[in-house]
């Protein structure tokens, strides 16, 4: 078992990345102007106040998107979204902005120091290029590299070497990474498209999909693009930091797990937390139900079970099943859905979802447009990357109030767990 840190929120979360010169400037101060009114909807849609002044940004500041990235110059992943990001900002580029902002991961050795030559860079006019040469040369970030990566991006070597290792640069660094660690940016890359939450490297469409989203919800906000304050007035309503407490303690892994509208079971005040990523066509997922349920009569009114999604690659169903079940949520259906899923793990095909969900009684019409749309697509897709940011790779793994436990363990591992957290 491992103890890894998270905290348990209450955040939706939703993930993108970007890597081309292009203009440059640092996103100024805005005012913080009346908050615009909530469009129908928005009480579901929970998002964080996500400053953006004094960080190195691209695009109009009074741009209908702003995208905030939180980014690790040695992120695989970051350096793969690059491609879509920069294909999103081609298509709405008066309409977005890219803002990005620092946050290297412990688990890579070299991930500071290139933040810190980004930022060096930005203090000489050249972020953009810097960023893109970082991205380019991502194998090779060691002290050679980066100086090679200065010279490419035209920097004044002299000048690069002072401002990385300047007071102003490292404070810079170190507000980037704490306003990570209180937003719930639990990995590289994490985005936050109009105060939403979106994490993991995403395809375009899916980018696209959200931008167009956000893009018609500030159609009834028009009047605050005439003073430049239409994104302090999107985010005026939102979360300042993840609410919740730290529980446990594992540095180099995601370092929350986000509940947001994940369909949960049991008080809400109850001392155990147990997340479940689980796959309705793994016979492991089914099986560990069972172990759940039993924990849940041994320890009556002490667990809350909290369902996320992490439909296996080879399960060729299993992804329907869980874009089913997140559509079943939305009519407060989830439980009844899961568990004839599971009941049935064998009989998924989109014919026999269909039959369980008008023995539901569900609203098909209503079932089938959720099933099949973009909003349940990221919010899988949510569930997939914040599964691989805490470095689960099965299905189904368990986090109890941060121990983890993989695959269908019996009672006993988790009792003993349980207990510890208990006494």
Request: glycine share 8%; hydrophobic share 45%; aromatic share 6%.
């Amino acid at each position: 078992m491992r103890i890894c840190k998270f905290m348990v929120a209450t955040a939706l979360t939703l993930s993108a990345t970007s890597c081309r010169p292009g203009a440059e400037h640092v996103a100024p101060s805005e005012a913080a102007p009346q908050a615009a009114p909530a469009p129908r909807g928005d009480a579901l849609e929970l998002r964080f106040r996500v400053p953006v002044d004094g960080a190195p940004s691209r695009g109009p500041s009074d741009a209908k998107v702003t995208i905030v990235e939180f980014v690790d110059y040695q992120c695989p992943s970051c350096a793969q979204a690059n491609a879509s990001v920069d294909q999103l900002l081609s298509k709405y580029e008066v309409q977005t902005r890219l803002v990005v902002r620092m946050n290297p991961l412990i688990n890579h050795p070299h991930a500071r120091a290139a933040a810190l030559a980004a930022l060096a860079a930005a203090e000489q006019g050249r972020f953009w290029e810097m960023h893109q040469q970082l991205f380019a040369s991502q194998t090779q970030l060691d002290e050679p590299g980066l100086l090679r990566c200065a010279k490419a991006a035209g920097l004044n070597l002299d000048r690069f070497q002072i401002d990385r290792t300047s007071e102003k640069v490292l404070a810079l660094l170190d507000r980037d990474v704490g306003l990570a660690q209180r937003i719930g940016a639990i990995g590289t890359p994490t985005y936050f498209i109009n105060g939403r939450k979106l994490a993991g490297a995403q395809a375009f469409g899916a980018l696209a999909s959200t931008v167009d989203m956000e893009l018609a919800r500030v159609g009834s906000l028009a009047p605050y693009l005439a003073d430049g304050g239409l994104y302090a007035a999107l985010v005026a309503r939102g979360l300042d930091e993840v609410p919740g407490d730290a529980i446990a303690g594992c540095p180099g892994v995601g370092e929350t797990i986000v509940l947001g509208r994940a369909p949960t079971r049991g008080p809400d005040g109850a001392p155990i937390t147990i997340v479940v990523f689980t796959d309705f066509e793994e016979p492991f997922s089914k099986s560990s139900q069972i172990t759940l349920k039993a924990l849940e009569a041994r320890y009556p009114g002490k667990l809350r079970i909290v369902s996320k999604q992490y439909p296996l690659a080879f399960d060729a169903h299993a992804k329907s099943a869980a874009r089913a079940a997140l559509a079943a949520a939305d009519q407060g259906k989830y439980w009844e859905l899961h568990d004839l899923l599971f009941a049935h793990a064998e009989q998924l095909e989109p014919a026999d979802i269909l039959a369980y969900a008008k023995q539901l009684g569900l609203d098909l019409d209503r079932f089938n447009s959720a099933w099949n749309g973009p909003e349940t697509e990221q919010r899988l897709a949510s569930d997939v990357a914040e599964a691989e940011a805490l470095g689960v790779n099965g299905a189904p793994t368990f986090f109890v109030n941060g121990t983890e436990i993989v695959g269908a363990m019996p009672a006993s591992a988790f009792e003993d767990v349980i207990n510890n957290a208990l006494h």
